[in-house]
């Protein structure tokens, strides 16, 4: 049994609830995308008390690592693979315990578990055994976008709706004393053009990266969320990337998607598009290229994450 507790003497983040407006415009589109935030929290604070209550999380064990890995790791539904990205070839290495889909996924390279969140709106996380274990008994959203970042921070949000996008930020650094703690949560205005997941690009600033698809015309934008001022804005327009014949029906309800992203230490973002297959490379520095790699299998419902510390080569271009 492994019981980590938020002591009153010890550190904790302590979050304003007061709600503020930004409006930012991107200057690869014509559109304004305004950001409704719930709270904004402030760098964590010092407090003391001498109320003796303790707060804890309980976890039946602590999970096997999984590998720091040159391959991406990659969910459909509950099953679970290892991806060569470069290639497109993936290999089954097992079943999420439970039979719950996952989505959101990030894996942490403080404690090597993938973090997530299933079907159920649960926040999980799970090791080498595919067993996850909830964070908190209380469901959030269903996010279907995740990630955790260099410094061991869970980012999710849920792009999917049609009304607004929200987003959780969760303290997973084991050494944190506060692990667990939910840092802020808020909600944007839906995405011009929708992203299903993205990716901490190491060397790229402290964003989030994502690639948006307009489904009407197939071009793609490559999409930044400021961990800073938790603002989402395109960056770039790649334009057509060879994808207008793979158009879903829109009767069947699909959308042409990159379900699955992933980030190399050398700086690019990988990305996987649901309803094709195909798998690209992208710059997320000007002059902001991308590069059609290998048409990899179809699926509507998968996620991706990878080791952002891994530092072999993820194929030769």
Known sequence: MTT????????????????????????????????RIIYTPPPPSQISTSVSSTTSITFPSQPARLSCARQGYLVQNFNWFVVEIATGNTVQNGTIQ????????????????????????????????????????????????????????YWAIRTADNDVARWIHVDV??????????????????????????????????????VGID?????????????????????????????VDSQPDPASGYRLNFGAVY??????????????????RFTVTAPYNWQFLVRGPGTVQNDGARCIDNTEAIGTY
């Open 173 to 210: 650094n084991p050494a944190s004393p506060v692990y667990g703690s939910i840092v802020g949560q808020g909600e944007l205005a839906v995405p011009q053009y929708f992203y299903a997941d993205w990716a901490y690009v190491p060397g790229a600033g402290s964003y989030l990266w994502s």
């Open 263 to 280: 980030a190399s230490a050398d700086g690019y973002l990988y990305g996987s598009e649901n309803i094709s297959g195909n798998i690209y």
């Open 4 to 35: 980590t507790s938020f002591s009153s003497s010890v550190p904790i983040v302590i979050a304003p609830t007061t709600t503020t407006t930004t409006t930012t415009t991107s200057s690869s589109s014509s559109s304004t995308i305004t950001s």
């Open 98 to 153: 439970g039979g719950v889909p996952m989505q959101a996924m990030g894996y942490n390279r403080c404690d090597g578990l993938i973090y997530a969140t299933d079907q159920e709106a649960h926040l999980v996380r799970f090791g080498l055994d595919l067993t996850p274990q909830r964070l908190y008994e209380q469901t959030f959203f269903r996010y279907q976008t995740g990630e955790v970042d260099n410094d061991c921070q």
């Open 215 to 243: 489904q009407p015309t197939a071009n793609a934008y490559l999409y930044r969320f400021d961990q800073a001022t938790l603002t989402s804005v395109i960056v770039a327009s790649f334009g057509d990337i060879g994808l």
